[in-house]
């Protein structure tokens, strides 16, 4: 076909994942000669402002690489295309093969609007040499056995070194602890703070706990000089962190402490515990012209076979169960921990106000870490935060409930679903 009789599908796409994915895309368009794609890489820094910017000036691409976290702006926004009925006729994306806590966080108001692309979470990376000398023979799957084995290996190391690493910058190890509990973060149709609830004032305190024991440092990543180099001199035994580290502690070890590291799932209150469901997801918007097109490409790289290649080219954790049967990922085993933890994963609160209440939580535990602030006076503060973040949120609901009620409707009107939507269009 003529170049310039082909479709043209503009795909967006941030950072790593823009540099690699060209290359997988060359493929697509060999199987579909009559569609051509536009890649545009975005720095993740600017990559929110660029697509509220885009969506004010009609200027978005046909699909883009959106963070799970963002999906309920761009949802409010009205800018985002239903996919559940292309995922119903789809042979490529089922999605019982999907991971459930991931799948769910492109759920909005009971409307499918994007599809895993990658997965993050949380779990811990350890040094099974110190654990070996500090005596903890197995590992810890409970809190109790994990704080437990870091009396252990406190006590081992003595006085400099630490058990554990919890960088105060970062907010997933103490979401990942309140993700654990049976009580809400948010409450009242997720128009307020939760965070005074018993479940996570038993996840602060467990967290604070750590530091108040010695047993974790009270400093953030960037007071470390080099936390690979730290990990390998045994400064702390175990870490919380994510899946790009996997790549880096096999580069990074020394070769003589190569095979003295290993991965574990997060421990839980009564046993292995829940983690972020992170990552990013495939979105096509709304007002895309090539919407046919901008599918295909969305179930290309929804293949496993293909997600198995993104893996192995950038280290990204894939989203399908059936992608974990390669063997690349299967005999990996820093890499069986997180398929294991992948079943357990939890979706945050879908209001587009997150990113902020979740910067608003760190800055409290790191007020009760560093500042010695008392935990309940620092909770209730939180929740009058977040709840002053919500307000419009509340207000938004107070009408839908006063219009609904105006014309004889019960409560809140319901999200339409798109059956039929992509047809309609």
């Known amino acids: 076909m003529p170049r310039d009789e082909r479709t043209v599908v503009r795909f967006w796409a941030m950072g790593r994942e823009a540099e690699v994915v060209s290359e997988l895309v060359r493929e697509f368009e060999r199987e ?12 993740w820094t600017s990559a929110h402002e660029k697509l509220l910017t885009a969506f004010a000036a009609d200027a978005l691409p046909d699909i883009c690489q959106l963070g799970n976290t963002w999906v309920p702006e761009f949802a409010v926004l009205g800018a985002l295309e239903p996919l559940q009925s292309r995922v119903d006729a789809s042979e490529v994306i089922d999605e019982s093969d999907y991971f ?12 499918l609007l994007g599809v895993p692309w990658y997965v993050d979470t949380r779990l811990i990376f350890y040094r099974k040499d110190i654990l ?6 197995t590992l ?8 437990a084995a870091m009396v252990a290996v406190k006590a ?19 979401l990942s602890f309140g ?24 996840a602060l305190a467990f967290y604070t706990n750590m530091f108040e024991q010695g047993w974790a440092p009270r400093m953030s990543e960037t007071q470390i000089s080099n936390v690979w180099d730290e990990f390998g001199r045994g400064f702390f035994s175990f870490y919380v962190s994510g899946p790009w580290n996997i790549r880096e502690f096999r580069n990074r070890m020394p070769a003589e402490l190569q095979d003295q590291w290993g991965t574990a799932p997060l421990p839980g209150p009564d046993g292995p515990g829940a983690g972020i469901a992170g990552g990013t997801s495939l979105v096509m918007f709304r007002d895309s012209p090539n919407k046919e097109a901008s599918w295909k490409l969305m179930e ?24 974990w049967e390669f063997p690349q990922l299967r005999e990996d085993p820093y890499a069986q921990a997180f398929r294991d933890q992948l079943e357990r994963v939890k979706p945050t609160p879908k209001v587009l106000e997150w990113e902020r209440i979740v910067q608003e939580m760190r800055l409290m535990s790191e007020r009760v870490v560093r500042g010695g602030m008392a935990q309940q006076q620092a909770l209730r503060e939180l929740d009058a935060r977040v ?39």
Not at 305 to 313: D, T, V
Not at 399 to 409: C, K, N, Q
């Open 300 to 323: 290309f790289l929804s293949r496993p076979e293909i997600q198995q290649r993104f893996h192995a080219m950038i280290g990204n954790l894939p989203p399908r169960r059936s992608t």
């Open 156 to 174: 081992h190391v003595g006085p400099d070194r630490y058990a554990v690493m919890l960088p105060l910058n970062e907010f997933e190890q103490l």
């Open 100 to 111: 459930p806590g991931i799948w769910h966080t492109n759920v909005i108001d009971d409307t």
């Open 387 to 425: 709840d002053a973040l919500l307000e419009k949120r509340r207000w938004v609901r107070e009408r839908e409930v006063d219009e609904g009620s105006a014309i004889g409707l019960p409560g809140r009107p319901q999200a339409s679903t798109d059956r039929g939507a992509a047809d309609a269009r």
């Open 179 to 202: 993700l654990q509990q049976d009580d809400p973060l948010l409450r009242d149709d997720e128009s307020r703070g939760n965070f005074s609830s018993p479940g996570f004032t038993r």
């Open 32 to 43: 579909h000669p009559d569609i051509r794609v536009q890649i545009q890489q975005i720095p």
């Open 132 to 137: 070996a000398a500090a005596g903890v023979d």
């Open 140 to 147: 810890p799957r409970t809190w109790q056995e994990w704080e």
